[in-house]
Nanobody
Framework: QVQLVESGGGLVQAGGSLRLSCAAS????????MGWFRQGPGKERECVATVNWIGASKYYADSVKGRFTISRDNAKNTLYLQMNSLKPEDTAVYHC??????????????????WGQGTQVTVSS
């Protein structure tokens, strides 16, 4: 497994932006599909965005399309999530995750075996 540490969360007003980072260690993630998931208060965990190992194939939840961008820098072993036009409903703990194989970036959390502790994003209205 790989160790993942998220950063970049915080408190922001609606309409603002944040950039989340996920630093990987323990092994290279350059051959692994990765994703961002979130869990809001009283809600189930949901997939936000995923990216395949080379960054060519990306998935976005309908609720974030056009506002969020997932990217990766394999040389830095880091995953990013640029979040623009934030809404109060984006408030959640955001986790990054890595699949254990050369996948396309599943939207199902069961397909990921490495998870970070999460970073809190709070959007005020």
């Amino acid at each position: 497994q790989v160790q993942l540490v998220e950063s970049g969360g915080g408190l922001v007003q609606a309409g603002g932006s944040l950039r989340l980072s996920c630093a990987a260690s323990g092994r290279t993630v350059s051959t692994l599909a990765m994703g961002w998931f979130r869990q809001g208060p009283g809600k189930e965990r949901e997939c936000v965005a995923t990216v395949n190992w080379i960054g060519a194939s990306k998935y976005y939840a309908d609720s974030v399309k056009g506002r969020f961008t997932i990217s990766r820098d394999n040389a830095k072993n880091t995953l990013y999530l640029q979040m623009n036009s934030l809404k109060p409903e984006d408030t959640a703990v955001y986790h990054c995750a890595a699949e254990p194989y050369h996948g396309s970036g599943s939207k199902y959390s069961r397909d990921y075996n490495s998870w970070g502790q999460g970073t809190q994003v709070t959007v005020s209205s």
